[in-house]
């Protein structure tokens, strides 16, 4: 079973995703699907990924600042309808699950008017950033925010296999009896002073 789908363009952000597939492979194993680690040699790439998108809870959307560029007959990929980039998107968006545009280094989100038409609704979605500088600390982050959406998404529908890898909600913990509520990464005392 796939939970996230990594989308994006070999000729823009590849390595991007490659990270974004390693943190999120950390979290949830193999239920996240990258083409280059999820399809083996010679199977036939089409059938896995659209398999692999009817399955999943979460699409990310890989964005770089070649995302849109034309190739080397003058004309951009994304306006082909045979774009595998284009026809994956559009079959998330078609699902109605979340997709989520990752902007990549100094990438900008894509205006609707600058799309084609079965793509118009990416723009609406809310979308994170990865810089370069912080790229590190922020594929974590945007994992972390990923595994808790799918989570989220799944709370109805837990299965028993799944339910051990998800990370399970933080809470405190109280000691009554030396008052101190122990917190992941913080202990606060409580003085009661007879009041």
Request: with cysteine; glycine share 6%; charged share 30%.
């Amino acid at each position: 079973m796939i939970d996230i789908v990594v989308n994006y363009r070999t000729a823009d952000e590849p390595l991007a995703a490659l990270l974004i597939d390693k943190a999120l492979a950390k979290r949830i194993g193999g239920r996240v699907f990258r083409d280059y680690s999820a399809i083996q040699p010679g199977q036939r790439y089409s059938s896995r990924i659209w398999t692999a998108i009817d399955e999943c809870q979460v699409f990310v959307a890989v964005i770089g600042r070649r995302w849109l560029e034309k190739d080397g007959d003058g004309r951009r990929r994304i306006d082909d309808p045979a774009d595998f980039v284009r026809r994956e998107i559009a079959k998330a968006l078609a699902r109605g699950i979340p997709v989520v545009p990752v902007l990549i280094g100094k990438a900008n989100l894509p205006k609707p008017e600058d799309l084609p038409e079965d793509l118009r609704e990416l723009p609406a979605h809310q979308y994170r950033c990865v810089r370069i500088r912080g790229a590190e600390h922020e594929v974590e982050r945007l994992a972390d925010e990923l595994v808790a959406l799918l989570h989220d998404r799944h709370s109805d529908s837990v299965e028993a296999d799944t339910s051990a890898t998800l990370p399970e909600p933080r809470s405190a913990v109280t000691n009554v009896f030396e008052g101190t509520v122990n917190a992941e990464g913080a202990v606060f005392g409580i003085v009661n002073n007879g009041r």
